[in-house]
């Protein structure tokens, strides 16, 4: 009995095993001989066939071509036919327009781009130089940076290397750089004028008591304005090598009455001088066309840390701000430099502050007069005159 059910068993199983098998033999493929192309679909014939869309095709595949023959057509069209992203609300790119232009020591770019579009050039430029800003006007078209740190100009030893390779914030510089910059429309239609300038102080031991340390403004550095106005010429479209090359040029010792200015007025040598009048007071008078002392006030004005709250080259009037704190600032010393940058913001709001009117007029036989005026455009006082104008007249020189 047992024996018949194991046979009847065994049998059972092969039999399984013998349908499986042909089942899973029947499902398999045999890649050499299956087709690699299914039938087309035929489409009925009250359809029209579908067009293909080739929006996302890659261009030039729609025919063979040569090697040669792509490079022509990717010279021909750089951007595959593809119409250029519209730049109206990004800054443009500015490769090949802008150049460098000089009057003498002072050297400026000219962009060829609004001035809103330059401005926010400036903006991205300083950040990706690490400065901060801590002016940002472009209604009157100034900018300054935050003082910072110089840490090349650092003074350099083991512990000191040793410690700002792992932490740089901790290791402070005894020479710290700030730069203002400002921005006019140029001479010529749809450019962009930019002025640069650069002030340093130095941390040094405090001579009065010998404790404690104050800072002191450096002199004028032509060189980091050179580097910095080279680095803005790169900002705006030009190549490193050929900024170089121009600013080398400038660079270049002119002959007397030689100038590179390439403005329309004629060149009149540059002479400034301080013209007492009948009444006491005293008016500022430049051997310059209106275009070109109206630049040298502004850089002057520049240079001598005035703050320009409103100006229009149109009527020829600067409004600067200005209080008698400074003489008193620069005596004593113990302010420091900052009593020289930041004279208006003294912490004694009863010091005499004022906002005055700086008038550039054009005289007869090209000459250009500057004239200070309180903002009613009534005289201020003889000695007021002569103080500022005489700031202003020693940056011209």
């Given amino acids: 009995m047992n024996k018949t059910l194991v046979a009847i068993l065994a049998a ?15 499902k398999k493929i045999d890649y050499t001989t299956v087709s690699t192309t299914a039938p087309t679909l035929d489409v009925p014939p009250d359809l029209t066939p579908i067009q293909t869309d080739d929006r996302y095709g890659i261009p030039g595949q729609d025919k063979a071509t040569t090697l040669t023959q792509f490079n022509q057509e990717k010279q021909e069209k750089p951007n595959n036919g593809i119409p250029a992203a519209d730049q109206s609300g990004v800054l443009p790119a500015f490769g090949n327009l802008v150049k460098i232009e000089s009057d003498g020591t002072q050297r400026w770019l000219v962009v060829k781009s609004s001035p809103d579009k330059v401005w926010a050039g400036l903006e ?7 400065f901060k800003l801590q002016s940002d006007d472009p209604k ?5 940076t935050q003082w ?16 700002g390779s792992v932490m740089d914030s901790l290791v ?9 910059v400002r921005i006019e429309r140029g001479t010529e239609p749809g450019t962009t004028e930019i002025y640069l300038f650069h002030k340093g102080m130095e941390e040094m031991l405090n001579k009065n008591n010998y404790t404690g340390s104050i800072w002191q403004p450096l002199p004028d550095n032509p060189e980091i304005e050179t580097e910095y106005l ?5 900002k705006f479209g030009e190549s490193p090598e050929e900024a170089d090359t121009v600013l080398a040029k400038e660079d270049t010792p002119q002959k007397p009455n030689e100038s590179t200015d390439n403005t329309n007025t004629p060149h009149i040598s540059s002479s400034a001088k301080l013209v007492p009048q009948a009444d006491g007071g005293t008016v500022l008078t430049l051997n310059e066309p209106f275009d070109r002392a109206w630049r040298k006030i502004g850089l002057a004005l520049d240079r001598s840390a005035f703050t320009v709250e409103d100006r229009d080259r149109a009527t020829g009037v600067y409004f600067i701000r ?10 004593n010393g113990s302010r420091g430099f900052f009593s020289k940058l930041a004279f208006w913001r003294s912490e004694d709001k009863t010091k005499d502050t004022q906002t005055y009117r700086l ?13 200070l005026r309180d903002k009613t455009e009534a005289k201020v006082p003889p000695a007021t005159s002569q103080r500022i104008l005489t700031l202003i007249y020693d940056q011209l020189h």
């Fill in 322 to 331: 200005y209080t008698t704190d400074e003489e008193s600032g620069k005596k």
């Fill in 124 to 130: 991205s430029f300083w950040a990706s130089n690490g």
């Fill in 12 to 26: 059972s199983l092969l039999a399984g095993c013998s349908t499986s098998s042909q089942v899973f033999q029947s």
């Fill in 140 to 144: 009157i078209g100034i900018m300054e």
């Fill in 230 to 234: 080279k680095k803005l010429a790169v």
């Fill in 148 to 163: 910072k740190d110089n840490k090349t100009a650092a003074p350099q030893n083991f512990i000191k290397h040793l410690v």
């Fill in 172 to 180: 402070s510089s005894p020479v710290r750089d700030q730069f203002r």
């Fill in 359 to 371: 008038s550039v007029s054009s005289i007869s036989g090209h000459g250009t007069t500057v004239d």
